[in-house]
């Protein structure tokens, strides 16, 4: 079953975080287990309030992720641009399609 991590955070520094996730994502291309797709969203009625949607194909794949050491290093560098702490929701996917 989908899973997917959905992590909210404050920062006025996007531009960073973005950079460092891209970066990230050019590492890990090509392997397995990682995530398979991501969304980032911005709060229209919070400035400087964002979600992150990070999907992987199962939960044992997003743990395995999460337990590997560079996602600790990346996960750091990120805390360091964020304000207050980040919230984490993590949900099984149930249904997902596009709508016709």
Do not use: W
């Amino acid at each position: 079953m989908k899973f997917v991590q959905i992590i909210g955070f404050e920062t006025e520094r996007l531009d960073e975080m973005r950079q460092l996730m891209e970066e990230a994502g050019q590492r890990s291309a090509g392997g397995t287990g990682g995530p398979t797709h991501r969304m980032l969203l911005k709060d229209r009625d919070r400035p400087n309030h964002y979600l992150a949607l990070i999907e992987f194909d199962s939960y044992d794949e997003a743990m395995r992720n999460s337990d590997a050491p560079e996602t600790g290093r990346l996960a750091e560098q990120l805390g360091a641009l964020t304000i207050g702490d980040r919230v984490y929701t993590n949900c099984d996917v149930l249904e997902s399609g596009a709508i016709e």
